[in-house]
């Protein structure tokens, strides 16, 4: 399952919600004992392989997945044609267990080994540079359930290792603990209490470039109590408010809070808002860029705000779910701009707040028809306008658009699906994006650029074969449309997948 919640979050989900929070939950096992296999191939000598099973029983549950994916590519970069590969195997495991019916453990596991061939910046480099990753994550919950009261005490361990090659040779090592209890108390069927405590512990191993012999260690931890009331005071009317405090073993104390309302007109009309501020703390990597700060306290976290009002309708005479929300976030704090030669150890630059404020505001626009059972037409557009303060203020007129970097003015995707029989659908993908604002980097003296507009279509067909596999068919990028998502490097041309599936 995805969750997306748009607008600032820090109130729940703690530092670097700055805009948003798009949170995953991983597959629990279904009844019985499952599998499920994925085999595809691609353009680019691109291949896949997927096998998970799963399997629920009495009081247990489990799900293993496995996947492995590798592909020849293309060059990153637009000035070569060499090829940059990739690779990564995924392991996911999960598995739960209820004791009765008010207490039950689960446990996941995942682990990523990766390998990344990319290009240089620079194009007088020689373009060899690849990363080697490794990353695990574990973690093990405990759910305790008493009448309206649900309480869960959870332990995540994370470890990382990336190792770059090529031009720069040198290892990184991330790891992080978090012990965290979330309390949930229904008053009823319609309000409840939300409240917990995070205690997130970061340590951090990396190259320091200015010595280019010694690894720096940093550690930091962020200690974190919330709530957030959700309530229902009207049978039409649904409200939440949330607080939370954050301290910062460096940056500090931090205050973010969020306040939403929804009010139903009627079953197929509702008008909705969200208020919300929110914090990130800087990172370990921020606190000790090209060598660390003489006082760390003087880096302060990066804050914003956001508000949102949107109205869903729903036409049912004609089928039709019509969305629109108008937004607007402020950011400030920024951490980007370079402190003085006096700012980092032994006289070295380091990263330090920009003094100006960055903001973003703009319409969203959603829709979906269903007109009958066979076709489905989904369309989607947004208007954004927005201001980068910590760039564009700059006196010497460098900036040659205001808008932040790599948002466009106007994007919009437009998605339709003819289903023919049971056995044979097609859908066809539009995306649209306008021109967009990106530095410049070494290869132009750093110069601000004007990334074209583009239009990508993909096709993509599923068929059933013998009521057992599914055949699925994407031609991506069918118009082989030639573009670039940031400045010198391109996105991928014309493609073709072929994968199929099968359930038992």
């Known amino acids: 399952r995805v969750e997306i919640l748009k607008g600032a979050q820090s109130s729940l989900y703690g530092s670097g919600a700055l805009a948003g929070t798009v949170q995953l939950f991983s597959k629990k096992g279904q009844e019985g004992h499952n599998k499920d296999i994925n085999i595809s191939t691609s ?47 995924n392991l996911t495991m999960n598995f739960g267990y209820n004791f009765n019916e008010n207490v039950r453990i689960e446990n996941y596991l995942y ?24 990353q695990a994550i574990y973690t093990g919950r405990l759910i305790n359930t008493i009448g309206n009261f649900k309480n869960t005490i959870s332990y995540n361990n994370t470890y990382v290792l990336r190792n770059t090659t090529g031009n720069d040779k040198k290892n990184y090592y991330g790891y992080r603990d978090a012990i965290n209890l979330v309390s949930e108390y229904n008053f009823d069927l319609d309000n409840r209490i939300i409240f917990g ?28 109590q919330y709530f957030d009331l959700q309530l229902r005071p009207r049978e039409d009317t649904y409200t939440t408010f949330g607080l939370r405090r954050d301290y910062h073993t460096t940056a500090e104390d931090y205050y973010t809070g969020r306040a939403t309302v929804a009010y139903k007109f009627d079953n197929n009309t509702k008008l909705r808002s969200n208020l919300g501020t929110s914090v990130r703390f800087p990172s370990l990597n921020s606190l000790n860029h090209g060598n660390s700060l003489v006082v760390k306290e003087n880096l302060k976290a990066e804050t914003g705000k956001s508000i949102d009002i949107g109205i869903d309708k729903f036409f049912p005479e004609n089928n039709i779910n019509l969305s629109a929300t108008t937004f607007f976030l402020e950011y400030k704090n920024d951490i980007k701009g370079w402190a003085s030669h ?9 990263l330090a707040n920009s003094n100006s404020k960055t903001e973003s505001y703009g319409l969203e626009l959603q829709t979906n028809w269903k007109p009958n059972d066979d076709y489905t037409l989904g369309l989607g557009y947004t208007r954004t306008e927005s201001y980068d303060g910590t760039t564009c203020d700059n006196p010497d007129g460098s900036c040659i658009d205001e808008m932040n970097v790599r948002i466009p003015r106007h994007q919009l995707n437009l998605i339709g699906t003819k289903i023919f ?52 068919i994407s031609a991506k990028n069918i118009l082989n449309e030639g573009y670039s998502e940031a400045y010198g490097y391109k996105s991928p041309s014309r493609s073709f997948n072929f994968m199929l599936r099968n359930s038992f």
């Open 342 to 350: 006096s700012g980092g150890v032994g006289g070295n630059y380091a």
């Open 111 to 134: 682990y990523n080994d990766s390998f990344l061939e990319y290009d240089s910046v620079n194009k007088s480099q020689n373009d060899i540079e690849a990363t080697d990753d490794q």
């Open 197 to 224: 405590l995070d205690n997130e512990f970061d340590k951090a191993e990396f190259y320091n470039y200015y010595t280019a012999s010694s690894y720096a260690e940093s550690d930091e931890a962020i200690y974190s």
């Open 421 to 472: 029989n049971k056995s044979l659908s097609q859908t066809l993908k539009v995306k649209y994006v306008g021109e967009r604002r990106d530095y410049g980097n070494v290869n132009n003296s750093f110069k601000d650029v004007i990334l074209s507009e583009y239009m990508v279509v993909d096709l993509v067909t599923n068929y059933k074969l013998f009521n057992t596999y599914n055949l699925h």
């Open 43 to 89: 353009s680019f000598n691109t291949k896949k392989i997927d096998l998970s099973f799963d399997g629920k029983n009495n009081n247990y549950d489990y799900f293993i997945g496995y996947t492995n994916f590798s592909t020849d590519g293309e060059s990153a970069m637009k000035d070569n044609s060499e090829k940059d590969g990739f690779r990564s195997d």
